[in-house]
């Protein structure tokens, strides 16, 4: 929510400091910066932080807060990065946005990256036996 009055603040100020200027375009390019303050708080509040939980990786699938899903990179920065991550059976839109640092714990960061960038494994068929 923070995030979200910080950004429809931001715009109103721009909104306010342009209709100061004066001018013939004053009005018309206030009313784009109220809409865009508008749209910028809709969508920082769809992209606010996921709560608190366990990532987990067991070999075949991520899982975040005891759901099963798919892990992606959306940012790295080296010792930062933000991952989605999309429960299985839901809409991308709905995914939660993870973020993550080493913390001074480089060995579990680089089990981590290893884990992230690693291709999933191929679903296992039977074989059929042998004679």
Known sequence: MAVALCCASAAAALAAWICLLGGTLAWPTALAAGLAALVAAALSSAYLPAPAGTLAWDGAEWQWQGRNGELE????????MLLRFAAAGRSRTRAAHLPVSHAGNRAAWHGLRTAVYSRRPEPRTPSAPRM
């Open 73 to 80: 990179v959306v940012i790295d920065l080296g010792p930062w």
